[in-house]
T-cell receptor
């Protein structure tokens, strides 16, 4: 039973345009959500997070939106750059920190110059 | 360099063998997590240690075991290896009370 789902295995976007990566979750105990980015031969690196008390968090070109009623979050990258090409993992954590993150399967983003 | 060190980076071994993967967490982090990434799979949580004690267990096979030592480094032991155990194994560490964590660069295990 997958509690965090990323239904698009891959996404291709032109440089300069917006990339939108989606993530759905099923566990209502999740209250903190994170996005990680992974390049080949490297470990995932933290990108941006959002708490369930917010519906939006922005960091430069990256914005995460959370729709709690729909149990859905999305990551927007504007404008997309070739260096953004990577695998993006959505992750969720229940109400207490320092607990295992639950990850989706990832979406491979390709930004075409 | 994330501060989380995993060794070895690559490991090739035969079925039925036993291997040990090592992880040194970021300085000051008490929690260590082990994840497995197989082909077409996301990051599957295996086990968490906190300050030397097992804290949470995920989808870890009985053939697998782990421990965290007094200096906080951790080892993941995989025994009676099967072809299906071929995967990337990641270690991550976190601060007390933190939600996110820092990953190492992983160990790629190939079982032949």
């Amino acid at each position: 039973d997958q509690q965090v789902k990323q239904n698009s295995p891959s996404l291709s976007v032109q440089e300069g345009r917006i990339s939108i990566l989606n993530c759905d979750y099923t566990n209502s105990m999740f209250d903190y959500f994170l996005w990680y980015k992974k390049y080949p031969a490297e470990g995932p690196t933290f990108l941006i997070s959002i708490s369930s008390i917010k519906d939006k968090n922005e960091d430069g070109r990256f914005t995460v939106f959370l729709n709690k009623s729909a149990k859905h979050l999305s990551l927007h990258i504007v404008p997309s750059q070739p260096g953004d090409s990577a695998v993006y993992f959505c992750a969720a954590s229940p109400y207490s920190g320092n607990t295992p993150l639950v990850f989706g399967k990832g979406t491979r983003l390709s930004v075409i110059a | 360099d994330s501060g989380v060190t995993q060794t070895p980076k690559h490991l090739i071994t035969a079925t039925g063998q036993r291997v040990t993967l090592r992880c040194s967490p970021r300085s000051g982090d008490l929690s260590v997590y082990w994840y497995q990434q197989s082909l077409d799979q996301g990051l599957q949580f295996l086990i968490q240690y906190y300050n030397g004690e097992e804290r949470a267990k995920g989808n870890i096979l009985e053939r697998f075991s782990a421990q965290q030592f007094p200096d906080l480094h951790s080892e993941l032991n995989l025994s009676s290896l099967e072809l299906g155990d071929s995967a990337l194994y990641f270690c991550a560490s976190s601060v007390v009370g933190g939600y996110g964590y820092t990953f190492g660069s992983g160990t790629r295990l190939t079982v032949v």
